[in-house]
């Protein structure tokens, strides 16, 4: 079992869109059992990737119980809209009411090529596009705006190392 350290804000990967996997051998399914070890750490609901310093469209997922991974996914279906409070295991003790779609359709593949779907609403949609967005570069503090975004920012500032 290897559980990865989590890359934190500021470490340019976690701001680089992620190259798309070609190579669906067993280095893939090495990160793959990476992602899903470190994703089972008690209080964790996914991990691209990037968090964990590799720049490759896979993410996995801890939700409900289930873990699961996605590689190359790609979001279609968006409908609905919930707002909750959202955190980040790259962002480390804060967390914001952020507004998300309710409902999603993830597809993609498995570590071994096979094309995978996933449906997902409440929590489990909230968690595919979070990971999605870390492997397009973006972190849940983008899709703030307003007070809350400058309360982040501020409180970022404070609680964030550098």
Do not use: K, W
């Not at 409440?122 to 595919?128: D, I, K, Q, S």
């Amino acid at each position: 079992m290897t559980v990865r350290p989590i890359r934190l804000y500021g470490d340019p990967v976690l701001r680089t869109p992620a190259d798309e996997v070609t190579d669906f051998g067993p280095q893939l399914r090495d990160l793959v059992r990476d992602l899903e070890d470190t994703v089972r750490e008690p209080g964790r609901a996914g991990v691209a990737a990037p968090q964990i310093g590799v720049s490759l469209r896979v993410f996995s997922y801890n939700v409900g119980g289930v873990v699961g991974h996605l590689v190359n996914p790609v979001l279609s279906d968006l409908t609905g809209e919930q707002t909750d409070e959202e955190g980040c295991l790259s962002l480390p003790g804060l967390g914001y009411e952020t507004v998300r779609y309710d409902s999603v359709v993830a597809r993609g593949f498995d570590q071994h090529g096979e094309p995978l779907v996933i449906e997902g609403t409440g929590f489990l949609a909230r968690a595919l596009q979070h990971e999605t967005d870390h492997l397009d570069g973006r972190l849940y503090i983008d899709r703030l705006t307003g007070d809350v975004r400058r309360q982040a920012l501020r409180e970022m500032r404070r609680v964030v190392p550098r």
